[in-house]
């Protein structure tokens, strides 16, 4: 059973940063490629970043250039330090993982979903 917790959400002001981890098993972190979507009211998921278990990299190019995701080996974590941030940012922000190698920036691809963690960007 794979399971996803993300944790780091919160309140800040525009032009703040902020750091999303989300934990997992040790089987699921160095198998399964692992990304992050994010959901903001009244509109359809969107992907943000993924990351595989080499280290593949991907970024939405609405985040690139102010994200970073990366893998923590010691925690068993996909991590995403998003700078800069904006009020659009603002969403619920969701790990997802997929068995294999590829990153998919829909969210069909992927198998299995943390319960969301809230960012809010305030103005």
């Known amino acids: 059973q794979v399971q996803l917790v993300e944790t780091g959400g919160g309140l800040v002001q525009a032009g703040d940063s902020l750091r999303l981890s989300c934990a997992t098993s040790?089987?699921?972190?160095?198998?399964?490629?692992m990304a992050w979507f994010r959901q903001a009211p009244g509109k359809e998921r969107e992907f943000v970043a993924g990351?595989?278990?080499?280290?593949?990299?991907y970024y939405a190019s609405s985040v690139q250039g102010r994200s970073h995701i990366s893998r923590d080996t010691a925690k068993n974590t996909i991590d995403l330090q998003m700078n800069s941030l904006k009020p659009e940012d603002t969403a619920a922000y969701y790990c997802?993982?997929?068995?294999?190698?590829?990153?998919?920036?829909?969210?069909?691809?992927?198998?299995?979903w943390g319960q969301g963690t809230q960012v809010t960007v305030s103005s």
């Open positions: 040790e089987r699921t972190f160095k198998s399964h490629t």
């Open positions: 990351i595989t278990f080499n280290d593949g990299i």
């Open positions: 997802a993982a997929r068995s294999g190698t590829a990153i998919y920036a829909t969210d069909v691809s992927y198998d299995h």
